[in-house]
């Protein structure tokens, strides 16, 4: 039988040209799909470890990140496009070498803990191995270092039975797979299906130069002069994730195959990252949007049945460090089920939101982790939820 189903999905980010795919994990994906299991080889029907049909049905299994050894990305042209102008001294002085160390082993302790909190929730918690992200790497295109393997999030999708590896939008992350590498075998080796997409070669040519990183103004003439640039870039037409592009999608789209549609989401947003800062869908019908970054397709929600509700101002303050984030972390939360929500303990409005639509909080501290770029929907890749295929369209 067909049913349909909404996922989101770690859909293609990109940063590149056309002819590129680099892919990570946050795009709102609307999938249609038979759900069926895969055979071994002598025919019999084998359970994968490895399940998921959308973000909110009961978390069984995740993977979170690892802040351990995190380096900070050289100031690169791609990092440029998507980092903050305020954050760029930081790049250019510390760039390839370890984060303040201060810093990462309180980032670590505070993942610990939320280790902790996930575990008395019930779920089965993995880690990625550690690895020294310090090191000098060389591929015939280019030459890099870095970075770390904090946001499962960017580099792995569960849809279905199935767990797909992305290519990363940075050089600096290039190699970010072996991480995960340990993980990846054994959930294959129980039976899960695994797909890595195709690697950008990422050289020279693959980036748009000329994208204008000074100015937002800049990017805003570009978006009204229709131009759309898939390097580093995206217009306020066609909101692709900077570590989005079309060929990454088409990708996606062909891989799933035409069981499956996928549904470009577009947003004002004149420096886009990923999605779950912007639109994060936490239950089915029910979606946090950023009110400072409206969708563009929020009718085709609004005719669903969807409700949009917008995020409460986050209350980081100012003097906190966020080297790659926007302070809209404060949405970037996690579901344990539709009823339980893993929120920052301090973003009491947000907590609030979430009891008025009568969803639990679990309270927890990360603030010294969200430094590296995200909060606990970055810092996870769910594994295993309990749930089957529903249509929401
Ligand atoms: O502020 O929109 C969101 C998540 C980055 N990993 C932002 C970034």
């Given at each position: 039988m067909k049913r349909a189903l909404l996922t989101y999905g770690s859909v293609i980010q990109l940063q590149a040209r056309q002819n590129v795919i680099a892919s990570r994990s946050k795009l709102v994906v609307a999938v249609q799909a038979t759900r069926k299991q895969h055979a071994d080889t002598a025919g019999q029907k084998i359970k994968s470890p490895v399940c998921s049909y959308n973000e909110w049905d009961p978390l069984d299994e995740v993977i979170v990140g690892r802040p351990e050894n995190a380096c900070v990305p050289p100031l690169t042209h791609e990092v440029k496009a998507i980092t903050s102008h305020q954050q760029w001294e930081f790049f250019r002085k510390f760039g390839g070498q370890f984060f303040p160390q201060e810093h990462v082993k309180k980032a670590v302790s505070q993942i610990e803990e939320m280790c902790n909190v996930l575990r008395h929730e019930g779920v089965t918690v993995r880690r990625p191995d550690i690895v020294d992200w310090s090191k000098t790497y060389e591929t015939p295109d280019f030459k890099s270092k870095g970075m770390y393997a904090a946001m499962p999030r960017d580099i792995l999708?569960?849809?279905?039975?199935?767990?797909?590896?992305?290519?990363?939008?940075?050089?600096?992350?290039?190699?970010?797979?072996?991480?995960?590498?340990?993980?990846?075998?054994?959930?294959?080796?129980?039976?899960?299906?695994?797909?890595?997409a195709p690697k950008p070669l990422m050289s020279d040519e693959l980036y748009d130069q000329n994208y204008p990183m000074e100015y937002v103004k800049d990017r805003h003439n570009l978006a009204s002069e229709g131009h759309f640039k898939q390097c580093c870039a995206?217009?306020?037409?066609?909101?692709?994730?900077?570590?989005?592009?079309?060929?990454?999608?088409?990708?996606?789209?062909?891989?799933?195959?035409?069981?499956?549609?996928?549904?470009?989401?577009?947003?004002?947003?004149?420096?886009?990252?990923?999605?779950?800062?912007?639109?994060?869908?936490?239950?089915?019908?029910?979606?946090?949007?950023?009110?400072d970054r409206p969708c563009l397709q929020s009718e085709m929600f609004n005719k669903a049945g969807w409700k949009l509700v917008k995020a409460p101002k986050p209350m980081?303050?100012?003097?906190?460090?966020?080297?790659?984030?926007?302070?809209?972390?404060?949405?970037?939360?996690?579901?344990?089920?539709?009823?339980?929500?893993?929120?920052?303990?301090?973003?009491?409005?947000?907590?609030?939101?979430?009891?008025?639509?009568?969803?639990?909080?679990?309270?927890?501290?990360?603030?010294?982790?969200?430094?590296?770029?995200?909060?606990?929907?970055?810092?996870?890749?769910?594994?295993?939820?309990?749930?089957?295929?529903?249509?929401?369209?």
């Open positions: 999708i569960v849809i279905g039975e199935e767990i797909i590896e992305a290519p990363m939008a940075w050089r600096s992350r290039f190699f970010e797979y072996r991480a995960y590498r340990s993980l990846m075998k054994e959930y294959f080796q129980a039976g899960a299906k695994w797909t890595t995206t217009s306020h037409k066609k909101k692709l994730w900077k570590v989005t592009n079309l060929f990454g999608i088409e990708w996606m789209a062909r891989h799933l195959g035409p069981d499956y549609n996928v549904h470009l989401l577009q947003f004002k947003d004149s420096k886009p990252m990923h999605i779950d800062a912007t639109f994060n869908a936490v239950g089915p019908g029910l979606v946090i949007v950023n009110p980081v303050p100012d003097d906190h460090p966020l080297w790659m984030s926007s302070k809209w972390l404060s949405m970037n939360v996690l579901m344990l089920d539709e009823r339980r929500v893993m929120v920052c303990k301090h973003e009491i409005p947000t907590i609030r939101m979430f009891e008025s639509l009568g969803i639990k909080a679990i309270p927890v501290d990360i603030r010294f982790a969200n430094s590296l770029g995200g909060g606990f929907h970055c810092w996870t890749t769910d594994v295993r939820r309990r749930g089957v295929l529903e249509s929401y369209f």
